[in-house]
Nanobody, 116 residues
């Protein structure tokens, strides 16, 4: 089992910044891909950014140049630095971990609200 706990969401004005954190515990050795997803009201959950255990990174086109994903292997924590936030970034952000057997684990989610 893997446990994922997000933190760092909140309310920010457009153009502002937030940093999300995801702390992992449990059978973390089985995780080979971690990512951030988000879900806005009335919309499907979408991938925001992902990072493999080897350090390969992928971003959604809508956040390229504004968001940065990183991981601290010593602290077993993943981060999402979000800059130049826009109202359309408003959503619940979820941390995801995928094992080598393609089993997904999810955090409880953290709300990000960007006011115009």
């Amino acid at each position: 089992q893997v446990q994922l706990v997000e933190s760092g969401g909140g309310l920010v004005q457009a153009g502002g910044s937030l940093r999300l954190s995801c702390a992992a515990s449990g059978s973390i050795f089985s995780i080979n891909l971690m990512g951030w997803h988000r879900q806005a009201p009335g919309k499907q959950r979408e991938l925001v950014a992902s990072i493999t255990s080897g350090g390969s990174i992928n971003y959604a086109d809508s956040v390229k140049g504004r968001f940065t994903i990183s991981r601290d292997n010593a602290k077993i924590t993943m981060y999402l630095q979000m800059n130049s936030l826009k109202p359309e970034d408003t959503a619940v952000y979820y941390c995801n971990g995928r094992t080598v057997r393609n089993r997904d684990y999810w955090g409880q989610g953290t709300q990000v609200t960007v006011s115009s």
